[in-house]
């Protein structure tokens, strides 16, 4: 049994697949209607070089086999409607894997990781309206009506989660919900710098602990004023100069394995509980009346 949490990710994943697929297959459809626009036009105008006579200028709304309208400057702004939806697909394409993420968070914010699904779900239907409101082949019909309700689906999703969708959806999520959950405070006391110095002072632990540097290397990382001093009491009383000494005697490493960190790890006080009854002391007539 998966956690609620799971069933969103997945969920949200899997709108996320459908928006990429109902984008590459626009992209795919508008270049062919692109091709197959571009060679009606040149039908039509070899059509009316070699037949002069004919007006074919208001014959047709658009030219036959294509989505050119037959006006001034239809095929211009035929081929340059084609040119930016394959654009805007492809940004769209782009902001669907995250990448590059910061160019998203900078120039297109509402496609970036602070903004949800919403407005992407806005654009796709309105890519998906500016295609189905001309004639298409039925491919191009399709791949234009499944992005027009995936753009519906975006939209939905939107306003559910809002701004938090892209964040559940992520895989890094996952990381940053086990980070989240590590405890900060402990008894009312904020315990990450504690934490983040004791992750800075592990690696270097272990190494002098097992004699993964030598003496001249670690010599030179702790100071002139301790080199050649090595491991031994002398070290000892150098560190205790500067700071603290870590006790690695109550640990049980030998003394050849000591080593100064200026940290200082102190054994608790040995004491009883408030409810332990206190320790009496026998006197000597009583021990001499027992023996």
Known sequence: MLPPRAYVFIGLNGVRILSIIALILVFSSNIVTLVHDVQAVNRFVAAGKTDSTTDTSGSDDYIIGSTVPNQVGGAFWAVLNRLLIIGQVIVLIMSEFGWPASFFDRFFPVLGRNFGVGALGVIQCLIGAAILSHRVDTFTLVSAFFLFSIGCLNI???????????????????????KSALPTHVAGVDVRPAMSAATSVAPSFV?????????????SE???????????????????????????????IPADRHCCLGYLISKPI??????????????????????
């Open 156 to 178: 939905l999703v939107g306003l559910i989660w809002r701004e938090s969708a892209k964040s559940k959806r992520s895989v890094t999520s996952w990381r940053e919900h086990a």
């Open 207 to 219: 190494s002098n602990m097992w004699g993964g540097k030598d003496e001249k290397a670690h010599a």
């Open 222 to 252: 702790t100071g002139s004023a301790r080199s050649g001093l090595g491991f031994g009491r002398q070290a000892e009383k150098a560190a205790g100069l500067k700071g603290t000494f870590f006790h690695y005697s109550s640990l049980g």
């Open 270 to 291: 040995e004491s009883l509980p408030r409810y332990a009854p206190a320790k009496t002391t026998h006197t000597g007539s009583t021990d001499a009346t027992a023996v």
